[in-house]
């Protein structure tokens, strides 16, 4: 599976942005597609993730409430749409694909990342 993320941008606290991610490939083979991010000098960590097949969704802890992923399996989109914001979520954006767990070592495919940035 290919992936092309797109969305991100400089918000104010308590903001909203929608990222999106482009599909391509053998999507349904890949399982899940989610969304991890990275800020500077941290690991790159799980933020969700959504089955192509049955849309059973998973949502870190410290966005759930915030976050939602959601999908479009005719347009092959994924989207993590992402509200009262906090400047702790800021850090660049990946979209994975073939999502197994929650860590990155595992992922099959990644887009690019795209900058999400909060600002207090």
């Known amino acids: 599976v290919q992936l092309q993320a797109s969305g991100g941008g400089l918000v104010q606290a308590g903001g909203s942005l929608r990222l999106s991610c482009a599909a391509s490939?053998?999507?349904?083979?890949?399982?899940?597609v989610g969304w991890f991010r990275q800020a500077p000098g941290k690991e790159r960590e799980f933020v969700a993730a959504i089955s192509w097949s049955n849309g059973i969704t998973r949502v870190t802890d410290s966005v759930k409430g915030r976050f939602t992923i959601s999908r479009d399996n005719a347009k092959n989109m994924v989207y993590l749409q992402m509200n009262s914001l906090k400047p702790e979520d800021t850090a660049v954006y990946y979209c994975a694909g073939g999502v197994s767990s929650g860590e990155a070592k595992y992922v099959d495919a990644w887009g690019q990342g795209t900058q999400v940035t909060v600002s207090s």
């Open positions: 490939g053998h999507t349904f083979s890949s399982g899940a």
